[in-house]
């Protein structure tokens, strides 16, 4: 497989398929740059070696449709200064304006083409359409993570254009790939996931691949709760899977077989409404009052899981232990992100990431002191689970 940094891409007009998929506001500015920050290195090397660079990505979900508030029109500025040089932009991503603008471009330039997306063919994966834009081009780089799980045009189909040594990942393919792999094949012992969220049906595929790979596994979350009710717990009105409680059972008795140290969340911050001025209490998981909910884990709970994740050498958090957009039920979520940067600190490898708990880690601003966040959600969870990435496997098949 073509590695990115060897590449020489002097004079070579080159198709990098982004993930600009920034937040705006009703202003049409940027409210987090960290998408744009995170494919600044796989640009400035093509521009640097001298390619010229046709960047393309989608924004949004326009459904096919030319609609303005998701046009990448919007981050050329930012894009512009950033790199350092004048992102040339047309509003389009195929046809005869575009293949002008790639044919013009020169040593060092940068063109951002308009959204994919605003063609159903890219989800479509329509290989007229991926044709059009490999056309473009002499060589492909996937550079779009977080969209790796999908087979669409830009991010599957185009690559079959291209001769295996003329389409490669960028950089940030490259560190997901390699900090995935220290993670579930090259760890050090012991290795903890922890998983939160919302429901156990989301993450049940990664539970169970999970339970092969890890020491231990740490379970808080919405999702605790289906456990606590399958155990014969009272949990109240807090969040539970009334069709999972089968499936909890199976879980425990499934970590007990293979040998892992499962930690359920001892208590909760209970709260007798879901809102941020909702009366509290603290309770045990097992007595949690009739119209009373767990949206955060306990006192004790963050006691039991620091004590494991510091002695951790490998740690995987996939969830928020608690209703972390509010306030009130922060502190769970954030005291793990705080062990886990300890952890790190005396040498543990940690990848955050799929989910929520990349934003609950910006949120509590620890980006800095993990050893790796992921960019993409779903894309992650799905290669965690084990499932072949369409747009992984268009590079290295
Ligand atoms: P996920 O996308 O599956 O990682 O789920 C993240 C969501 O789970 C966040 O929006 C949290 O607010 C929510 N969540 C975490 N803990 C709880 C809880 N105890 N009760 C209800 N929702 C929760």
Redesign the pocket.
């Known amino acids: 497989m073509q590695q990115f940094d060897t590449y020489s891409f002097s004079g070579k007009k080159v198709i990098v398929r982004l993930d600009l998929n920034v937040p705006l506001n009703s202003e049409y500015e940027i409210t987090d740059q960290t998408r744009i920050n995170a494919a600044l290195p796989t640009v400035k090397k093509i521009i640097k070696d001298g390619g010229k660079a046709i960047l393309i990505s989608h924004l949004g979900r326009p459904g096919g449709e030319r609609l303005q508030k998701y046009s990448l029109r919007h981050i050329v500025k930012s894009l512009s200064k950033k790199l350092n040089v004048t992102v040339q932009f047309v509003g389009d991503c195929i046809g005869e304006e575009v293949s002008e603008a790639a044919n013009k471009l020169k040593e060092g330039e940068v063109l951002l083409l308009e959204n994919l997306r605003y063609y159903p063919q890219e989800k479509a994966g329509d290989p007229s359409f991926a044709k059009k834009l490999a056309d473009l081009a002499d060589v492909y780089v996937n550079d779009a993570f977080g969209t790796a799980h999908r087979a669409h045009a830009s991010t599957a189909v185009i690559s079959s254009f291209f001769g295996p040594k003329d389409k490669m990942f960028g950089y940030v393919i490259e560190n997901e790939l390699e900090a995935i792999q220290k993670v579930l094949e090259n760890n050090d012992r012991p290795f903890t996931a922890i998983m939160?969220?919302?429901?156990i049906s989301?993450?049940i595929l990664l539970i169970e691949k999970m339970l092969d790979k890890v020491d231990n596994l740490i379970i808080?979350?919405?999702m605790?709760?289906t456990f606590f009710k399958a155990l014969g717990g009272n949990v109240g009105s807090?969040?539970v899977e009334e069709d999972k409680l089968n499936l909890a059972k199976i879980i425990l008795d499934l970590a007990k077989e293979k040998d892992v140290n499962l930690f359920l969340p001892p208590d909760?911050i209970i709260a007798d409404s879901?809102g941020n001025d909702a009366q509290l209490d603290v309770k045990d998981n097992m007595e949690i009052p009739e119209q009373w909910?767990?949206?955060?884990i306990g006192p004790k709970a963050i006691e039991d899981f620091k004590e494991v994740i510091a002695k951790s050498k490998t740690i995987l958090w996939?969830?928020?232990?608690?209703?972390?957009?509010m306030a009130n039920?922060q502190n769970g979520t954030k005291s793990i992100a705080e062990a886990i940067v300890e952890a790190t600190k005396n040498g543990a490898y940690s990848l955050i990431g799929?989910?929520?708990?990349a934003a609950a880690i910006n949120t509590f601003n620890l980006q800095n002191d993990v050893s790796y966040i992921s960019t993409g959600g779903g894309a992650l969870l799905e290669f965690l689970e084990g499932k072949k990435l369409p747009g992984i496997a268009a590079i290295v098949d």
């Open positions: 939160g969220g919302a429901k989301d993450k808080g979350g919405g605790s709760f807090s969040l909760s879901f909910m767990g949206l955060d996939n969830g928020p232990l608690g209703v972390f957009e039920f799929g989910g929520d708990s």
